[in-house]
């Protein structure tokens, strides 16, 4: 092989090594910024295949997705002096590529610098408020508001704070007993104060029923007294009509009503002058002049 050939075929494999290193692909997850001896050229956002300048021009590549710092477990005190365990994690982005190259260049950094920042921010947040405002509806509040201050001075690193969240609040082992039993004796007093409320209720509502009760019976008993009276006036008026009719006959049926009281079963002693002897005697002559009489 003559020298020409060597040169031809060198040249061909700086060509292909050139090629190589001047083409590079973004992926969608991925973005990137080109250097050039150090100094910043260019940021590339968005996913596809460039070129850059071989052996000269560098690229970095940088995360693109959501990143998440989860921070250790740690004690906080509240605005009340309560010790709390709180258990937060923030989730950001790199939204400045070339700032973050320029101040903090690794994830790694960016995770110190994180956690620098957001525990303390936080833990003076928590300790403005009391525990039961952790607890119920401010922590979103007190969370948010962390986020948003973080976030302003992570823009000096080329990071946005997407949100800051606590994944967990729990009391120290040495007080959660002490806690559970409070809440434990303020939920039986509640309990105790709504079964009063309950009882008080039934009553109420019982006495309501035993008094309707009391006015249905009496206007029951009033309208009884009312038809019996109407009754008797009626029956009244029928006997004084009937007696006006025939007065013996009258006189007549009322003593058949009172012998059929005392008459079944019992002995009976008649006067040879009594009507009802002489009935039974001569029932047919009787019966005549009773029906003479009501004719």
Do not use: C
């Not at 004690?75 to 903090?104: C, L, M, Q």
């Not at 009496?218 to 029928?238: H, M, N, P, S, V």
């Amino acid at each position: 092989m003559n020298k020409l050939s060597i040169f031809l075929v060198i040249i061909l494999i700086l060509g292909l090594f050139a090629t190589y290193d001047a083409l590079y692909i973004v992926d969608e997850t991925e973005q990137a910024i080109i250097t050039q001896f150090g100094r910043y050229i260019k940021t590339i956002k968005e996913p596809g295949l460039y070129i850059k300048t071989p052996f000269i021009q560098n690229l970095i590549y940088f995360e693109d997705r959501i990143l998440a710092y989860d921070a250790r477990p740690d004690r906080y005190y509240t605005g009340d002096a309560k010790r709390v365990i709180v258990d937060h994690i923030t989730r950001w982005r790199i939204e400045n590529p070339k700032e973050f190259y320029r101040s903090i260049r690794t994830e790694d950094v960016a995770i110190a610098r994180l956690s620098d920042m957001i525990p303390g921010r936080l833990r003076e947040e928590v300790g403005r408020h009391d525990f039961l405002d952790l607890v119920r509806e401010k922590r979103d509040e007190i969370v948010d508001t962390v986020s948003k201050e973080v976030n302003e001075a992570a823009q000096d690193y080329g990071i946005t704070i997407v949100d800051t969240r606590i994944k967990r609040l729990d009391l120290p082992s040495e007080v959660e007993q002490s806690v559970f039993e409070r809440m434990e004796a303020e939920r039986e007093r509640m309990a105790m104060k709504y079964r009063a409320e309950g009882e008080e209720e039934a009553e109420e509502i019982k006495a309501e029923a035993d008094k309707r009760e009391e006015i249905i019976l009496a206007e029951a008993y009033e309208k009884q007294e009312t038809l019996r009276g109407e009754g008797d006036a009626k029956a009244t008026e029928i006997y004084a009509d009937a007696y006006e009719r025939d007065s013996d006959f009258y006189t007549f049926l009322e003593s058949l009503k009172t012998y059929e009281k005392f008459v079944p079963g019992s002995r009976l002693i008649l006067r040879t002058d009594s009507e009802l002897l002489q009935f039974i005697t001569s029932p047919s002559i009787d019966l005549e002049t009773v029906e003479e009489n009501n004719q």
